[in-house]
C-alpha cells in the first residue's frame, strides 16, 4: 500500500512538473483553453441569432494549432480590414471555415480576394449554420455603402445540424457555450 501511495504521489509530481514546463514551450498554445481565450473579447450575445462577432474589437492575439496570429474586428462585426465603401463588394458568410481560423492573409477570403482583384467583406463566424449566416448578411447588409455585387455562401456539411438547433450558443463571460443539442437522433429530439 505505501508503494502504490508513493507511485501515486510520484506520478502527480511528474504531471505537475510537466504541465508547469510545457507552459513555457509552443505546446502551451495547443490547450483547447487557449483557443476559446483568445476569442472571449471578440464574442457577443445575440437575442436573435444566439451569439456574434463584436463590432470593431481591437487586434489580439490568437493561438491556433501553436502558431500565434492576430484577430480583431471591424465596424461590420467581421473579421476583416476596416471597409473604406468600397464599390460592388463581394460578401463573403458562412462558419468557421469561411472565418478561417488562419492568419489574416491566409484566409481563404482574402484569397479570393486576390484573385478577384474585388473587394471581399470576410464575416464567417465560428459554429454559424447557413441560417445564422443569412441573418449576419440581414444585419451587415444595411451598413453598407453599396449593395454587394454577390454573396458568398461558405458552406459545410455540419450546417445542417447548426441550422436544426437554431440558435445553438449563446455567449457567457465571454465564451461561446451551447444551449441546444440533439437529444435522440432516432426521433431528432434536442435538449436545452
Known sequence: LANLALLAASLLVVVVLAEIALRFTPYANLLPQRILDSFRPHLRSD???GYDLQK???????YIDG???????TGLGCFDRPYAGESDPVLLIGDSFTFAFAPFEDKWGTRMEELLGRRVLKCGVGGYGTRHATLKAAAVLPLLRHPPKL???????NDLEDDYLFPL???VDGYPVRTR????????????
Open 47 to 49: 437575442p436573435v441569432i
Open 56 to 62: 470593431d474589437s481591437p487586434s489580439r492575439p490568437a
Open 67 to 73: 502558431r500565434r496570429y492576430d484577430i480583431w474586428t
Open 151 to 157: 454573396i458568398v455562401v461558405g458552406y459545410f456539411p
Open 169 to 171: 450558443s449563446t455567449v
Open 181 to 192: 443539442s440533439i437529444k435522440s437522433m432516432d426521433t431528432g429530439e434536442i435538449a436545452v
